[in-house]
């Protein structure tokens, strides 16, 4: 096995994450091969095929290698000189079964819609109603399965759909008006336990990269999300939804929605460590919208934003809250980002929304947060009965005088490092120390943020 194998077998395990995930995690570990498949093809500048491999789909000898794969072992693709890549449709994984993608070999998701349609026409177009595309990895009831490696899997959301005009990507822009783009995800979970992402690149999803649905055990470790183009609507990087037991750790994030987004939707997401990781253009570190489940005892610590439209967010509105609780975000290094923190239960909404799930942000603490410019801050509680907690504890503005603050219905709690952002707004109630005066506290964030590893 190559370098990257061999540095997982060196693997230790390492201390808990200190945090709300209830596992022990360690770093993973690359299981061995029961097939190793050569690539046939030969990508055109890293990042395509030829117009005359488009139709030569590798789909059903990497799964029939996954059928044929006993649990506890893997599937190879590996590089054969300049033969680096691979094109898949749908695949699905098997309960222990690992897919690897090595160190330079690529997986390439197919341009036609066709190929991932759950009936005639339903992929790459835009209609409601059920999901109309199968995504490229699905894990369906499929425990201690896993997608690792030192390649990549490319969605390739940029390219001209076969058969169409425009891309992925142009059609979810165009649905920003109108019925919803039908575009497939890169990886889905739904109902598998104990599922494992490492040393992966992740680029270019048509749709959402990541979706963990339902499960209880999810380990990102190392994990490179790279969707540049900020046209590329609702690819959000890494969504646990309905989840328990949750770490993302030690990995890099750039895409062109939420990096990560921790939902609520069809059942509550509980026990989340969110842990040393640098986060880039993109959503920031959000939470919801869909909160209506509850959301509850998630840790975020050692993370930097760099370049996002968000930071930390806290979104939900009436017609999908729930209770959002016990969230703790420390040890955060924000910087040339429009919104660095936001909480609001009214997102999206307009006087036409109605509902009755209420969302409540209660028990929400910021410690040793420092934002290195400004930014605009919301801070916005439902109602006067139905408000917003929060613990501002060494939370530092640079720029502190022309942050813009949006405050209502909130009670804001200040621990024993304050923050140097005068608080106040509509029906906003302190308690605590007082404001400090300057940004003399602040944690240090020298040396903290990196450049994206491209390679």
């Not at 599922?195 to 055990?217: A, C, E, M, Q, W």
């Not at 842990?275 to 610590?301: D, K, P, Q, W």
């Not at 801070?379 to 720029?399: H, K, M, N, Q």
Request: aromatic content about 6%; overall charge neutral.
């Amino acid at each position: 096995m190559p370098r990257f194998a061999v540095i997982a077998a060196l693997a230790t395990l390492v201390s808990p994450l200190g945090a709300q995930d209830t596992r022990t995690v360690a770093e993973p570990k690359i299981p061995p091969a029961c097939a190793t498949l050569d690539a046939s093809l030969v990508p055109v500048g890293d990042t395509t095929l030829a117009d005359a491999d488009e139709g030569r789909l590798d789909t059903d000898r990497i799964q029939r290698a996954i059928d044929g794969c006993a649990a506890g072992r893997a599937v190879v693709l590996k590089a054969d000189g300049p033969r680096r890549a691979f094109l898949g449709g749908p695949l699905k994984l098997r309960p222990g079964v690992t897919l690897v993608v090595d160190s330079g070999a690529i997986l390439f998701g197919s341009r036609d819609p066709e190929v991932y349609a759950t009936s005639a026409g339903s992929c790459g177009v835009r209609k409601e109603g059920a999901r109309g595309c199968r995504p490229l990895i699905a894990v369906d009831r499929a425990d201690h399965a896993g997608v690792m490696g030192g390649g990549t899997i490319d969605g390739r959301g940029w390219a001209t759909m076969a058969g169409q005009t425009i891309s992925w990507w142009d059609l979810a822009q165009q649905a920003r008006t109108g019925p919803p783009q039908q575009n497939p995800r890169m990886i889905q979970t739904n109902g598998s336990n104990d599922f494992t992402l490492y040393g992966i690149t992740l680029r270019n999803s048509p749709n959402f990269h990541v979706v963990f649905d339902r499960g209880d055990g999810f380990t990102a470790w190392g994990v490179k999300i790279h969707t540049p183009s900020p046209n590329a609507r609702n690819t959000d990087g890494i969504d646990p939804a309905g989840a328990t037991n949750v770490t993302i750790t030690r990995s890099w994030i750039l895409t062109g929605d939420d990096n990560v987004a921790i939902k609520g939707g069809s059942a509550k997401t509980t026990h989340v460590t969110v842990s040393h990781n640098h986060f880039y253009r993109g959503h920031g570190m959000s939470i919801g919208s869909e909160t209506n489940a509850g959301v509850e005892r998630v840790l975020v610590t050692d993370l930097t934003v760099d370049g996002a439209d968000n930071g930390l967010r806290i979104k939900s509105n009436a017609s999908r809250g729930g209770l959002v609780s016990n969230v703790t975000y420390e040890n955060v290094c924000i910087r040339k980002t429009k919104e660095p923190i936001f909480m609001d239960t009214h997102y999206s909404a307009s006087p036409q929304t109605t509902g009755t799930l209420i969302p409540v942000f209660r028990d929400i603490v910021l410690r040793n947060v420092r934002v290195l410019d400004a930014g605009r801050i919301t801070l916005d509680g439902y109602d006067a009965e139905r408000r917003l907690g929060i613990t501002l504890d060494g939370v530092t503005f640079d720029d502190v005088a022309t942050v813009k603050l949006k405050a209502s219905h909130a009670d804001v709690t200040l621990g024993a490092g304050g923050t140097n952002l005068p608080i106040a707004g509509d029906d906003v109630k302190m308690t605590g120390p007082a404001v400090r005066k300057d940004a003399a506290a602040a944690p240090s964030c020298e040396g903290r943020f990196a450049p994206f590893p491209v390679r």
